[in-house]
């Protein structure tokens, strides 16, 4: 099986732009989720999305939003962007069962100037 | 709410020597425990996890860690290190309440020298 793909893998934006991220699953995973990795605050959860639904929600603000499509592919928006928003995002997807193990991306690198 | 602290930030060892990666977990109710391992410019790969039975598990390249409730741990060992463990090693729970969220550790990164 193909594993967890992430697009872009690199990008640079400046601060007030927008940007998306995209995140395919393992094929007939049904859950994704994102996470937030910065050197000073480590590996922090965003949102979880099962079956097209937000099921899940980290302590961030509502600049950071998501969706899922059918295909179980998904996308992250960050708006109006900030110097600390500058992370590797990494999403993770599995069959969305409670203990199931996570399967990460490599992850997309922002740099926000 | 669940925590996890791993008391180290950075671990060197030589080559072939024996290293314990430490864990400690809170929680309010009853976890399960995971470490995964980040090498540079990659993602995080599952190096083993702990969902109930045994509270010794391995993982396939000679790495085990015990689950241990009275102390709330969940330390990794590994008897005999090669330069290609070199990477950062993070430790996470979470619950069974449905979701699949993880709960990170700040990571430990291991350095092997020869």
């Known amino acids: 099986k193909a594993g967890v793909t992430q697009t872009p893998r690199y990008l640079i934006k400046t601060r007030g732009q927008q940007v998306t991220l995209s995140c395919s699953p393992i094929s007939g995973h049904r859950s994704v989720s994102w996470y937030q990795q910065t050197p000073g605050q480590g590996l922090q959860f965003l949102f979880e999305?099962?079956?097209?639904?937000?099921?899940n929600k980290g302590n961030f603000p509502g600049r950071f939003s998501g969706r899922q499509f059918s295909n179980s592919r998904s996308e992250m928006n960050v708006s109006t962007l900030e110097l600390g928003d500058s992370a590797l995002y990494l999403c993770?997807?599995?069959?969305?069962?409670?203990?199931?193990?996570?399967?990460f991306g490599p992850g997309t690198r922002l740099l926000v100037l | 709410a669940q925590s996890v602290t791993q008391l180290d930030s950075q671990v060197p060892v030589f080559e072939e020597a024996p290293v314990e990666l430490r864990c400690n977990y809170s929680?309010?109710?009853?976890?399960?425990l995971f470490w995964y391992v980040q090498y540079p410019n990659q993602g995080l790969q599952l190096l083993l996890k702990y969902l109930s039975g045994s509270t010794l598990v391995e993982s396939i390249n000679g790495f085990e860690a015990e689950f241990n409730k009275s102390q709330t741990s969940f330390h990794l060992r590994k008897p005999s290190v090669h330069i290609s463990d070199t990477a950062e090693y993070f430790c996470?729970?979470?619950?069974?309440?449905?979701?699949?969220?993880?709960?990170f550790g700040k990571g430990t990164m291991l350095l092997v020298s020869p």
């Open positions: 929680s309010s109710v009853s976890v399960y």
């Open positions: 999305y099962f079956s097209e639904t937000q099921r």
């Open positions: 996470a729970v979470s619950t069974n309440s449905g979701y699949s969220t993880l709960t």
């Open positions: 993770a997807s599995s069959s969305g069962q409670g203990a199931e193990t996570q399967y």
